[in-house]
């Protein structure tokens, strides 16, 4: 089931459909990080805070680069581009990692950087490990 869910949430990311996609996809009592620092408790601040940002960004791009599902996570990499009013043109390569239940994300993690780069080390550790279990 969440595999269907997470391809229209990234066909959605992918258009730019953001908002679209957070409203569709978010639990009422969602927790998000933002580089292991809390950047929203509740839907309703965080998705202020996103109309917010979202108010000030032109020329929105996304691509997802790779996309992860095992049981009740999903993993997504993406790198998008943006021009924002205050902060100019960016370039961003991410990953979101977000735990879902009764199909809606209630927490998710979101990396980029040096955070972004660990994380990817460790996804790739868990993968080798799984595909060592299964020989």
Do not use: P
């Not at 066909?11 to 009422?28: H, M, P, T």
Request: charged share 30%.
């Amino acid at each position: 089931m969440i595999k269907s869910l997470v391809k229209d949430q990234t066909k959605l990311l992918e258009q730019g459909e953001v908002l679209k996609a957070f409203d569709k996809y978010y639990s009422n009592e969602v927790i998000m990080y933002d580089n292991d620092k809390i950047f929203a408790k509740g839907k309703e601040g965080a998705r202020e805070l996103q109309k917010i940002f979202f108010s000030k960004v032109t020329n929105f791009r996304n691509k997802i680069t790779k996309v992860i599902v095992v049981e009740n996570i999903s993993i997504i990499e993406s790198k998008f581009s943006f021009n924002h009013s205050e902060m100019g043109h960016r370039d961003v390569r991410g990953i979101y990692i977000q735990h879902w239940n009764e199909g809606k994300i209630v927490v998710e993690y979101f990396y980029t950087g040096k955070l972004l780069e660990e994380k990817i080390s460790e996804i790739k550790y868990l993968q080798t490990l799984k595909m060592t279990k299964q020989s």
